[in-house]
């Protein structure tokens, strides 16, 4: 139950299982009746650009990631950075300053006494926003709206298509990702989620996310997105559908992978605790 404590809910629709919550107006107006306001993470707007609007769900502010839908460098390849907008009742209270226009020109407003003051010093990544822009540019409303109806068909395809080879936990039409387990292999087989996704290194395809979300076993979480061709999803459905028959027929192949990499299977827990990231000549001793 929801009471006079909570200040806040923040949520992402469709979620991280690839899914749509249509019962989302159901809490929107459930943390409104305690006082609360709703935050929306946009990671995953690439799923209904063009098709629905976080505002019409309730939610009172949101946070746009430019480095997932707009085709800017994400996680390790770049920066991310995004745009935050509210409704109109939490404009006063905006961090300053603000870029405001006025006859044909842009200026820094700073005369704002409702807002929370300054939170950074600076205002994001530059050439990140750039790229975005350019990307939202060229394609135009149709194109975007494009986009997501790509996404969700090129996640749908791949779903249907490995469904006889894995355990689909959340059996139902996708949104812009999904969601397997190793579940049945992990049982039958003793092959995990991770050997599966290193003997995917083998068939030339980085592998998806793994143990994400926490809530379903063995978890591997699949986003096609709208730049893949279908040759190329082709090509990785044969790709899972290989490993999941080597993991029955030839266990040892998938736990000893990858094979055709310049290194093999590294000590990740190692890796976490003692990163190396830099090179040494060879003999140099690390301190």
Not at 136 to 162: E, F
């Amino acid at each position: 139950a929801l009471d006079g404590d909570v200040a806040g809910l923040m949520l992402t629709n469709p979620n991280t299982l690839g899914l749509f919550d249509e019962n989302i107006h159901v809490i929107t107006e459930a943390v409104h009746r305690a006082g609360g306001l709703l935050y929306y993470d946009g990671a995953n707007a690439n799923a209904i650009m063009g098709y629905s609007r976080p505002g019409d769900m309730g939610f009172d502010v949101v946070h746009f990631n430019l480095h997932k839908t707009f085709a800017t460098p994400h996680g390790g390849g770049g920066p991310g950075a995004g745009p935050v907008g509210v409704k109109e009742d939490l404009v006063p209270f905006l961090p300053v300053p603000l870029v405001e226009r006025r006859e044909g020109r842009y200026h820094l407003d700073y005369d704002r006494p409702d807002s929370i003051g300054r939170v950074r010093s600076f205002y994001g990544n530059f050439g990140v926003l750039v790229k975005a822009y350019a990307y939202i540019r060229s394609l135009g409303a149709p194109g975007l709206k494009q986009v997501s109806g790509d996404a969700v068909l090129a996640a749908n395809y791949v779903m249907q298509h490995l469904k006889p080879y894995f355990d689909l936990p959340y059996d139902r039409p996708c949104m812009h990702e999904f969601v397997l387990s190793g579940k049945r292999q992990k049982d039958a087989f003793g092959v995990r989620t991770l050997d599966m996704a290193k003997r995917l290194l083998d068939y030339g395809f980085h592998p998806p996310t793994v143990y994400f979300p926490l809530i379903v076993e063995e978890a591997m979480m699949i986003e096609p997105t709208e730049t893949e061709s279908v040759e190329t999803l082709d090509a990785f459905i044969a790709a899972m559908a290989a490993i999941a028959r080597e993991a029955a027929e030839d266990p040892a192949k998938v736990h000893a992978a990858p094979h055709t990499t310049a290194f093999g299977r590294l000590d990740e827990t190692r890796a976490a605790r003692q990163p190396d990231l830099r090179w040494r000549p060879e003999g140099e001793q690390r301190v």
